[in-house]
């Protein structure tokens, strides 16, 4: 993966939409800090801070989720500390502190309408946004049966997802939307391992689409296998595509 451009800062920009799972720092040694922050595109500096992770064996930095990169758009990366007056609690706090799980509420279902409107995460999820009318129905259903767990993913107190627990056609499965503005981040990482913490019942089923990478790979790190590789037709909710059956 080469960057358009770098400067001393390890400014990556490029050209065409990406995933990037990891990426490259000449002479950052391993078990360096390395921390990611957006790239502003106006005057090509650091925003805020994205994510953090450890350089590894030549220089190369995993990723605890791979970051969405639209096209034209970065990233900074900075190895060692974060410059003084950034934002402390913030800096040192990590996704698993900052990620907390609760009931759904009904004040969070607008919220979570908005969304499951965001066409860059409908085309990544290969779905189809659901109208407000096939929304209310569903949430009145999921919150309604006794046998579902259905909770808010809340990052610093603030509503960024829902995770959830359901049975359908005799399997219990699971399922979860993240905000596209916290990708990155191990949020969906975090929610799904506290689900599972939560949720003892075995097993439990996930379905994602194969060109949805991210989501596999959220899966794989929390235990679940691909049992079935598999064409699955249009639906009112999918489009055509081919999907990932996986247990855990």
């Known amino acids: 993966m080469l960057p358009l451009y770098r400067d001393p800062h390890f400014t990556f920009r490029f050209a065409e939409d990406r995933l990037v799972g990891r990426f490259h720092m000449d002479g950052v040694a391993p078990g360096t800090l390395v921390s990611v922050f957006a790239l502003d595109p106006t005057t090509g500096g650091r925003r805020?801070?994205?994510?953090e992770a450890v350089g590894g064996d030549g220089g190369w930095v995993d990723l605890s989720e791979p970051l969405?990169?639209?096209?034209?758009g970065g990233f900074v990366a900075v190895a060692g500390s974060p410059r003084p007056g950034e934002d402390r609690e913030r800096r040192t706090a990590t996704t698993c502190?900052?990620?907390r799980l609760r009931p759904i509420e009904p004040g969070d279902l607008p919220r979570m309408y908005d969304?499951?409107?965001d066409p860059d995460s409908n085309r990544m999820a290969v779905t189809n946004p659901r109208t407000r009318e096939a929304y209310d129905a569903h949430w009145a259903a999921a919150l309604g049966d006794p046998g579902n767990t259905t909770r808010a993913v809340l990052l610093d107190g603030e509503t960024v997802g829902s995770i959830s627990c359901f049975t359908m056609d005799g399997e219990d499965h699971v399922g979860y939307w993240i905000d596209r503005a916290h990708w990155g981040m191990g949020i969906a990482s975090r929610a799904l391992h506290l689900l599972?913490?939560?949720?003892?019942?075995?097993?439990?089923?996930?379905?994602?689409a194969t060109s949805n990478g991210a989501s596999v790979r959220v899966l794989q790190k929390c235990g679940f296998v691909v049992e079935q590789v598999r064409h699955s037709p249009?639906?009112?909710?999918y489009p055509e595509?081919?999907?990932?059956?996986?247990h855990n």
């Open 48 to 51: 805020g801070l994205i994510v």
């Open 68 to 72: 969405v990169v639209r096209a034209g």
């Open 97 to 99: 502190d900052r990620v």
């Open 115 to 117: 969304l499951q409107l």
């Open 196 to 208: 599972l913490q939560e949720v003892t019942k075995r097993p439990l089923v996930a379905t994602a």
């Open 234 to 237: 249009a639906t009112d909710r």
């Open 241 to 246: 595509c081919e999907d990932s059956a996986m």
